[in-house]
Structures are given as structure tokens and as C-alpha cells.
């Protein structure tokens, strides 16, 4: 869903996944909430998006999912970077919780 709902620019299925107090960590250091991920969403640049070298790891009611992200951008510019995405089951239901991202650069 959380894949889904970013390629759509859906806040209402990213809403089903991110816990309220979830938080991601940019490379820069900054720490966004979910209020800033959904005021961000819609205005994300237009692009297909392709998540691979997917991988879950669960340890009781916390899981970790780790992966890829290409985004191929209508101008021809192509960005990747790696994830990683905590979840913790809230009420018999699994939320993300916290997420960290870093940009794969060219070498």
C-alpha cells in the first residue's frame, strides 16, 4: 500500500499505512512527520516509480523492510536510492512507524 499510494500521490492510502507519530530521516539530517510527507505528496515531481531488491524482516510485533526505489522522471533524469521502513503491530495492525532514506550516487 505504502509503495502505491506514494506512485499515486494518494494520502488517503498512505493514511491506511503511516501510524500517526510516524517520522522519516533524510539524508540531510532532517526529520519529517507525517503532516509534512502528505502536505509534500502531492507536489512531488511527476515520475514512475520502480521499488525492487525488496526484502522483510520480522521479530515479533516489529518488522523491517528494506529495498530500492527508482524514480524515472518525466524530464529523463533518473534518481535511486535505498529505504528502510519500521513497522510496529498497533492493535492487530501493522503501521509504519519510522523510515530512512538515502540517495544511491554515481560513482
Not at 502505491?4 to 494518494?10: A, T
Not at 518488522?63 to 498497533?90: C, N, P, S, W
Amino acid at each position: 500500500l505504502w509503495n502505491e499510494g506514494y506512485q499515486l500521490k494518494d494520502t488517503s492510502i498512505l493514511s491506511k499505512v503511516l501510524a500517526d507519530d510516524w517520522v522519516a530521516f533524510t539524508p540531510d539530517g532532517r526529520v519529517v512527520t507525517k503532516k509534512q510527507l502528505f502536505d509534500a505528496v502531492p507536489n512531488n515531481p511527476e515520475a514512475w516509480l520502480g521499488f525492487n531488491d525488496f526484502s522483510i524482516y520480522v521479530f515479533g510485533d516489529t518488522a523491517i523492510t528494506k529495498g530500492r526505489l527508482t524514480a524515472h522522471h518525466t524530464d529523463g533524469e533518473i534518481r535511486q536510492q535505498r529505504f528502510m521502513r519500521v513497522y510496529a503491530r498497533r492493535n492487530q495492525e501493522w503501521k509504519a512507524v519510522a523510515a530512512q532514506v538515502i540517495p544511491l550516487v554515481e560513482k
